[in-house]
């Protein structure tokens, strides 16, 4: 089993800044890739990034490139993902998943809510 808890959510300002965190605890050497998620208010789930977990191999959604920036740290078993110049349209529930080569994603965090006023 791998858990997942994410962290650094909160109110900010369109242009600002976040930096939030996947902190993995348990099987965490199972782990393959780790992407991060977000659901904003009546939409679909949408793919924001994905970083290897034992490589620095990154993946970025259309809408985020060249703006967020995932990253892990091995040793503290975290994922982080700095998101920049933020848009009110980046408001939604973050979520941090894992996959253990599968093919999906098996684990998943419990959300961190960012929201960005105009």
């Known amino acids: 089993q791998v858990q997942l808890v994410e962290s650094g959510g909160g109110l900010v300002q369109a242009g600002g800044s976040l930096r939030l965190s996947c902190a993995a605890s348990?099987?965490?050497?199972?782990?393959?890739?780790t992407g991060w998620f977000r659901q904003g208010p009546g939409k679909e789930r949408e793919f924001v990034a994905a970083?290897?977990?034992?490589?620095?191999?990154?993946s970025y959604g259309d809408s985020v490139k060249g703006r967020f920036a995932i990253s892990r740290d091995i040793a503290k078993n975290t994922v982080y993902l700095q998101m920049n110049s933020l848009k009110p349209d980046d408001t939604a529930v973050y979520y941090c998943a894992a996959d253990r080569h599968t093919g999906r994603y098996e684990y998943w965090g419990q959300g961190t809510q960012v929201t960005v006023s105009s």
């Open positions: 348990g099987r965490t050497f199972s782990i393959y890739r």
């Open positions: 970083i290897r977990w034992n490589a620095d191999i990154t």
